[in-house]
């Protein structure tokens, strides 16, 4: 009998990578024979990063996590997930706002097309970690070196603000 590749999806933005994601990703990849991270292209939604730029970001912070692929994709995900053949949408939960939420996502996605969800939580260190959070640091020169990987901090750091002091984004 031959066994089914387990194969899942991380979507998000990664507007930029977060050691949230990457802690999320190495999560998964201990249940799944395969992750995909896919990085999502939507041209109605302003990104600090274009969206071949995110792509390169989580390629080089993800390259040392074996059987995870980086892929870009717009438009539905579930769509994308049938495209590759996924059997499960990963997503890591914060708080109970992200549950709330993602719960929400999860059903929907389940009904419109029977694909599951599996959440993790991410390590007590990441579980406040937020792309929106390090944007928002870095703009006003503060050191994200400890929340992103070493892969997004030069970005971050071409996205301060002029007026904000040296900090660790500089090494």
């Not at 579980?127 to 928002?136: G, N, V």
């Amino acid at each position: 009998m031959s066994r089914v590749n387990r194969l899942a999806v991380f979507p998000g933005t990664f507007d930029p990578i977060t050691n949230g994601h990457i802690d999320v990703i190495r999560r998964g990849v201990r249940l799944f024979d395969e992750l995909v991270v896919a990085v999502g292209n939507n041209p109605e939604k302003a990104s600090m990063l274009d969206a071949e730029t995110r792509v390169e970001i989580v390629r080089q912070a993800t390259a040392d996590i074996p059987n995870v692929r980086v892929e870009m994709f717009s438009g539905l995900t579930v769509d994308f997930a049938a495209s590759v053949s996924a059997t499960a949408i990963l997503r890591g939960i914060r708080d109970s706002t992200d549950l709330h939420f993602e719960y929400d996502v999860a059903l929907t996605n389940r009904v419109v097309a029977g694909i599951e969800t599996v959440f993790v939580i991410p390590s007590t260190e990441h579980a406040f970690t937020s792309s929106s959070l390090i944007k928002q640091i870095a703009r006003m020169g503060g050191d994200v070196s400890a929340m992103a990987p070493a892969a997004a901090l030069p970005h971050l750091k071409a996205c301060r603000n002029t007026s904000g002091p040296d900090n660790a984004l500089d090494q």
